[in-house]
C-alpha cells in the first residue's frame, strides 16, 4: 500500500502540477476543458455578430477567403480597438510570447532554459524604455489614442476568451494565462522588432579580432569603407551641418534623470584620456559579453542583412506612373511576424501589413502613396569601457567625477524553480552589460524613446513627400530606409532614424566610458541618406551602404551587416534601362535568383582551373563543365549552383583559416560574428575585391609562414576541396549535386514545435539573390512579406498586391494557419484589400468567400462564441 | 452450507459463494474466517441466473457509469475523476466480487471512453478534432500526429485510473490484513 500510495501521490502532484519544465498535463490534456478547447479557435471563420464592450459604434470586418482582414469604422478610436480585437482573434499566443520576450518573462512559461534571455532583455532595457515612451506620449495625442484603443480591444478579446475557455492550446497547456494589455506592452513589441534590427555588438566583435589578428590586419580586412563595387542610393553631393544634439543619457533608460540623481562628489585622479588598443580586460569583457549573446536564441540581436525595396517612376514605368515593391527579409516562422489587413475610418484609410501587438499599418500604402522599408544596418550601439575603482564599489568616473550608478531591481519568475532576482546597473551611458574583467555599457540608439507610432500614423495620413518625410522626422530607431512612390509619379527614399556620431575615438572599437568619446550628436534629419525622384528614375536599397566613401559622417563599417551589395548590384542592373516595367516586371525581379557574385568570380575561377599545373580529377573537370554551362541562377536542380557555393565557403577558408589558426581568434565566443564559416560580409567583399582585380591582392593570400599563394593558386585549392566535400556529403556524379539537395527553406513554429512548422522543402535562392535564403543552408529568413504597389500614370487608384509565407490564424488546426505558403512559394500574388478610395477587384473582402464581423458595442453575452 | 446472512437472498444459493464475496471457485487458503461466518461449501448448486451474464450486466453498468462522470465532469475541468473512479473501483471491487480480469479493464474503458467521448463531440460540433489532436501531439514533444495526440490524451486518463485501482486494491488489501 505504501508503493501505491507514494506512485498515486507522484503521479497527482506531476498532473497538478508539473514537474520542471513539463506543464501539469492533468488540466492540459482534460479533455473537456484542456488544450483540447483551441479546436474552437480552429474552425474556418464564419459570418457573424459580435460584442464588443470598448467600441463606440459598430465596425465591419470583412475577410477573403484566405483571411485577410478588412476593418472598416466612423472613428479612428475604433478602427484602432477592432484591429487590437482582430489581431487577438487570431494571434493572442504569438502577441503574448513576443512581449514576454521583450519583458524578460519568458523563464515564467517556458522555465530556466530562458533565464538567460530574461536576464539579457532586462539588461538591455526594452521594458524600461517602453515605460519612457508611454509616460512622454501625450494621451491625446493619435498615438496615444491608438494604444489606448488598441490595448482596449486586446482586453475585450481576451474577456471573450476567459468567458468561453477557449484558449489557443499553449496557454492551456502550460496553464499560464495572458495577462492584460497595456500600451506599455505594445511599445515593448516595438522594441523586441528594433532590437531585432538595429542591436549590434560589432565593437566587441572587432576587439577580438583587433586583439588577436592585430590593429593592421583587422583594419585592412574589416575596414570601415568596402574594397568592393557598392551601389549607394544616395550617391551624393552631400551636405555636412552640424550635428543634432543627443544628450548624453538619452539612452541611459534610468527610471529617472541620470544627472540629478548624480551625486557631487570631489573628483579623483583623472584617468589617462589617450586612446589605446583594447585591454587585456576590455577583451574580456567583450568576449564574455559576445559569447552570453551567441548563446540567446538566433535572430534576437541583428545579424543578417534585410530586405529589399525598389521603386521606378517616369518612362521606367508603364503609364508613366510610379511603381513600388518590398520584400522585407525577416525570420519566416508560424505564425509570421505579419498579419495582413486594411483599415479605414474617416481620419485613417491604409492596407499592408500589421505587426500583431502594435496599432499602425508598417508597410503598405494609402489612396495617395505607398512605402515600404529595410533595415540601414547602420551601427546603432556604442559600448562604453566604464573607468571603476574597487575602492569606490557602484561608482564609475565620468566628465571629471565619480558618479553612482543607478540600479534597478528585477524579480525573475522561473517555471518549476524559484525565482531569480536580477540587478540592473545604469550609467550615463547606458546599462552596464557585463562587469567581467571590464565594466562594458551600452549606449543603444534603441533605447532612445521613439514615436515611431506617431511616425507611421502620419506616414498613413500623408499625400507626398513633404508629408512623408515630416512625419518620419519623430522616428529615431531602427534606423530604416523607406522607399516611397506616388500616385503623381514621384519615387524616393529616407533613411530616417538616429546616426550616433562622436568627436573622439573610434566608435567600432569599445570606447573609454570617461567622457571625450561620448556621442557627439546624431546626424541631422536632412543630411541623413536620401534621394527624390534620381535621374535615372529607378531607386533601390537592398541593406547596402547607402552612401558613398565620401559621405562625411561615421555610418558603420564593412562588419555592420551592410550588405555586400551583390542584391543592390543585381536590382540596378535589372532595373536600369528598362522602360514601362509592369507589375509582372517586378515581381520576376523580386523572384530573381541570379547570384551575381557568381557571374564575377566564376569566370575567374574557370581561368585559374584552366591554368593551373596538375591535371584535374574527374570529378573536378565535370563539376568545372557544370559551372562553365552555368548561367548563375540558384535554382533547385542546378547542380553548378552547388558547385560554387560550396567553393566560395572553401575559398574563404583557404584564404583566411591559415590567419585565422595562427593568430587564435577566439571564434568559440561568437561562431556567427568570428567564424569563418559564416562568411563575415567583409572577407566575402576583400577576396572579391582581390579576386576580381578590383584591388591588388591582399597580404591575405601568403600564409603566415611567408609562403607566397597567388588567387589562382588559392581558387585551385578551394576548387578541389568543395567538389571533395560534396562527393563525400553527396555522392554519385557531380551532375547530380543538384542545390536542392543541399538548400532547403524551413518555417519553424513560434510555438518551438517541430511538428507545426512547414518544411524543411528544397529551395532556390541563396543569400545573396534577390528572392533571398538566408541564415545558412536551411534557410529561415528571407521574404517575409512581398508587396508590389503601382500607380498609373493616369491618376487613377493604385492597384495592390501582396503575400506572406504563413497565414493569418496561429491555431495550426485553422485553415488559415499556412494557407498563403503555397502561393507565395509559386511567386503568385494576392490582391490586398483595398483602401476607400480603391476600384474593384483590389480584394476588399465583398467578393465570393468573403466572411463579414459586425463587432457592436455592448456587453459580451452569457455564452459569447467566435464558432 | 451459504452464509446464513444470505439466506432467501438473490444468488445466495450460488455455488461456491464466500461470505467474503467472491465469485465462485474454491476458498483461497488465506482467506481467514470471519466470527460468525460459515464456510464456504465447495460444490453449492446454483439456482439464480447464469453469473456471467449477471457479472456483465454490472460490469457494463458500471463503466458507463463512469464513463458519464469522468465526462462531465472533464468539461469542467475535473481532470483528476479517473484517478477517483479507479480509486473507487479497487476498493469497490472485493465487495462486489470483482477481480482484477474485471477492474482492470473495466477502468481503462471507463478513463478512456470518459475522455474520449469529449473529443468525439468536439469532432461531430464540426471542431477540428484531428488537427487539434496534432498540435496537442506537437506542443508536447510527440510526433505531430493526431493518433498520437489521442491516444498520449487517454493513456494520461487510462494512468490516472490504473493508478487508482491500484491504490484502491491496496487499501482494501491492507485493511484485511489488519
Known sequence: MVAAAAVSAVLLWVLAAGFGPIPPLGAALDAGSGAWTSAAGGRPATSQTLRVPGLQHPVSVSYTAQGIASIRAVTDHDVFLALGYVHASFRLGEMDEERRLGEGRLAQLAGPSDLPVDEFELRLGLLRTAQREWAETPRSSPAGQALLAYAQGVNDDIARVRADGDWPAAFSLARVYPAPWTPVESLVIQGVLTEELDFTTTPLVYAMLEKSLGLARTMAWFPVIPANTQSPYDPGPYQHPALTPLAPDAASTAPGPVGAGLSAEAAGPAPGTARSAPSAAVATAAGTLLAQISRLPSGLVHREPDSNAWAANGPAVAGNGAMLAGDPHLPQTLPSIWYEAALSAPGFDTSGVTVPGVPGVLIGHNAHIAWSLTDTQNQAALFYAEQTSASRPDQYYWRGAWRRTQKVHYTIDVRGGAPVPLTVYLTVHGPIMTQAGQTMAVDWMGNVPSADLGALLGVAEASNFGQFKAALASWHAPTQNFVYADARGHIGVISAGYYPQVAHGDPWLPLPGTGADDIDGVIPYSAEPQVYDPPGHVVATANQRPVGPSYPYYVGTSADFFDNSFRANEIYSYLRGRSGMTSASFAALQGSVTDNLAGVIVPKLLAALRQAPGPLTAPERAAMSLLARWNDAMTTGSAAASVWWTFWGDYISAAFQPWWTAAHVPVGKDPAALSLSSWPTSLTEDLTAWTSGKVPPSAAFTLPSGAHRSAPQVMRSAFGTAVAHLALQLGGAPGSWTWGRLHTRYFPSLTGASGLGYGPRASRGDAWTVDAAEGGLESSIGPSWRMIIRFPGSGGSPTAEGVYPGGQNENPASPWYANLITDWWDGRYLPMPGTAGAGPGTGTGTGAGAIHWTLRPGALPLAASRG | ?178
Open chain 2, 1 to 178: 452450507m451459504a452464509d446464513l446472512r444470505r439466506l432467501g437472498k438473490k444468488g445466495s444459493y450460488r455455488l461456491g459463494s464466500l461470505a467474503g464475496g467472491r465469485l465462485g471457485g474454491a476458498p483461497s487458503p488465506r482467506s481467514p474466517r470471519r466470527l460468525g461466518q460459515l464456510g464456504r461449501a465447495p460444490h453449492g448448486p446454483t439456482l439464480g441466473p447464469p453469473r456471467a451474464q449477471v457479472q456483465f450486466g454490472w460490469w457494463l453498468a458500471v463503466v458507463v457509469a463512469g464513463v458519464v462522470v469522468i465526462a462531465v465532469t472533464a468539461e469542467f475541468g475535473l481532470w483528476f475523476v479517473p484517478f477517483l473512479a479507479g480509486l473507487v473501483i479497487g476498493l469497490a471491487a472485493p465487495r462486489a466480487g470483482w477481480r482484477l480480469r474485471h477492474t482492470v479493464p473495466a477502468v481503462l474503458v471507463m478513463a478512456a471512453a470518459g475522455w474520449g467521448a469529449p473529443l468525439l463531440w468536439q469532432a461531430v460540433r464540426g471542431a477540428p478534432a484531428g488537427a487539434t489532436a496534432r498540435v496537442v501531439a506537437a506542443l508536447a514533444g510527440l510526433p505531430p500526429h493526431a493518433m498520437i495526440g489521442v491516444v498520449f490524451t487517454l493513456l494520461i486518463a487510462a494512468l490516472q485510473a490504473g493508478v487508482g485501482l491500484w491504490l484502491g486494491h491496496a487499501v482494501i488489501g491492507g485493511s484485511r490484513s489488519r
